[in-house]
């Protein structure tokens, strides 16, 4: 593929632009390998057989839409969790192809981010970028850190096929998986919950809450394609869950939602009556700002939403919460969104932001209630 000469001029301008590659000494890593523990992927076991970073099962996808079981392979809000002392930390990569959208960075959609803890708090350490050429490339994370055990979680792409994964660090250090300490709190959604259109792997709004809870996150979120399935519900339930969030509402209309929530709700509180299960209306976009008819097909939805909430509370269910979307982002502020609809990072950290006090508030009663 011929280079793009105007970028190779800009990278020998400004060397900030290139791509760090990794040392030749390092001690490589697969991410399946038991010192490091692999995080968001409900049927960890299967994956470990199949070593694949699908978000489904392949014994589940058949029945599913060809949407969903293409999108399964992004590994959004996956992330390896370790310790290490290594002064180095480089990853390498393989996806499963170059394609590339035109309104999300390569950075969030192929490439991956490197945090660490700092006591309660989790820090962006590094990010990988993408190739725009090769499906295989190597990037350097860290060189020169201090050689002091720490915390890091590496998050996966949002929005690409991942092949295989490895990290890389420095002969002679240490490294070994970092515990999971409570139940994955799971988000079942739209191309907003998959992290569209996040600028990097690890600050779509599922990671960001999953840091600020200090807890795993598994997102099943499905560009265009979270409808609210019954087979989607009955593969939910086969998980012990803290939270499950429905977050699809974006997908549907008004119809659909009334037709679907209730059945879905219903089967997964088959297997799981206390659980707390959240419901999130449409976050807002831009044009309901100045589009009448989008303004009416967002408030009826949640008006929708609404009236399933308080039937159910009126019928006993006290575990179903309710949370208002258009409280999440402020319509028409700046940076917000890349094309009116799908947030930026800095949407993402405002809709996180937002959304952790409310869900801590949930998960608080709940372990107060077991």
Known sequence: MAKNTA?????????NFQSKTSKSSLKWIDAFDKRVALRGLGWLPENRRKKNFRRLPDRAAKPLSEG???LSHCPSSVFLSFFTDSPDISVRMTVGDLGQMDHMPATGMSGAELYFRDGPHWYTAAVAKASLTELEFTRSLLEGAPRERREYRLYLPLY???DQLAIGIAPGSLIEPAPADTKPVFFYGTSITQGGCANTAG???????GRRLDTEVINFGFSGNGKGEPEIARLISELDL???VLDYVANVDAALLR???PEFVAIFRAKHPTTPIVLISNVPYDQTLWNARTRADLEGKR???MAFYLAAKEAGDTNLHFIDGHGLLPIGASGMYVDGVHPTSGGFSVIAERLAPQIAR???WARRKS
């Open 7 to 15: 970028t190779e001029r800009l990278k020998k301008l400004d060397p």
């Open 68 to 70: 969903v079981q293409s």
């Open 160 to 162: 690409k096929k991942l």
């Open 203 to 209: 600050s779509d709004f599922v990671s960001n809450l």
């Open 242 to 244: 803290e939270i499950l």
């Open 259 to 261: 037709r679907t929530l």
């Open 303 to 305: 008006d929708v939403m």
């Open 362 to 364: 949930i998960l608080l």
